[in-house]
T-cell receptor, first 113, second 109 residues
């Protein structure tokens, strides 16, 4: 158990809908990362937050947004969902947010039908 | 753009075999290279390499980094069926990890 908690584990929804994925980092970790893993693309970095502030942005679509709250948990919002958004979404955390290993949650499996 | 390339993409071996997984990278501000093992869901950390030529070892697994040639290898000796997984290589040139596509290792009894 990495100490990173993601909910829900599975999510099935329809095209055009909006969903929210939740992540609680390890105790004491200030940085949260979101990654998307689909069958043909491997782990793609979406966005990073450090102590409530956005620190780095990757290949995140405009339909997606995220935030980190004062208690350090994070939410990833996915809207106007398309079939291609079906993937495993991982949250990871680390203490300082730079040049260190990440601890991954178990992921949320999103299926868009 | 930073790039991490792993080879082979898939590998099937028999128990007891030794395997070598490869990872090459092209980054503008390299800091460290990490290896992860992904079995069912969450990737789990194996090694972090920052210095060239120094081998990191954990049981039957070992890894080494060559910063001059920009690559790393992960060796697994005396493979077991429990080693079957996707092995991911990642580099940290900034605050994020950039991952390669992974090597799917299957160890047959």
């Amino acid at each position: 158990d990495s100490g990173v908690t993601q909910t829900p584990k599975h999510l099935i929804t329809a095209t055009g809908q909006r969903v929210t994925l939740r992540c609680s980092p390890r105790s004491g970790d200030l940085s949260v990362y979101w990654y998307q893993q689909s069958l043909d693309q491997g782990l793609q970095f979406l966005i990073q937050y450090y102590n409530g502030e956005e620190r780095a942005k990757g290949n995140i679509l405009e339909r997606f947004s995220a935030q980190q709250f004062p208690d350090l948990h994070s939410e990833l919002n996915l809207s106007s969902l398309e079939l291609g958004d079906s993937a495993l979404y991982f949250c990871a955390s680390s203490p300082r947010g730079t040049n260190e290993k990440l601890f991954f949650g178990s992921g949320t499996q999103l299926s868009v039908l | 753009e930073d790039k991490v390339v792993q080879s082979p993409l898939s590998l099937v071996v028999h128990e007891g075999d030794t395997v070598t997984l490869n990872c090459s990278y092209e980054v503008t501000n390299f800091r460290s290279l990490l290896w992860y093992k992904q079995e069912k869901k969450a990737p789990t950390f194996l090694f972090m390499l920052t210095s060239s030529g120094i081998e990191k070892k954990s049981g039957r697994l070992s890894s080494i980094l060559d910063k001059k040639e920009l690559f790393s290898i992960l060796n697994i000796t005396a493979t077991q069926t429990g080693d079957s997984a996707i092995y991911l290589c990642a580099e940290t040139s900034g605050s994020r990890l950039t991952f390669g596509e992974g090597t799917q290792l299957t160890v047959n009894p």
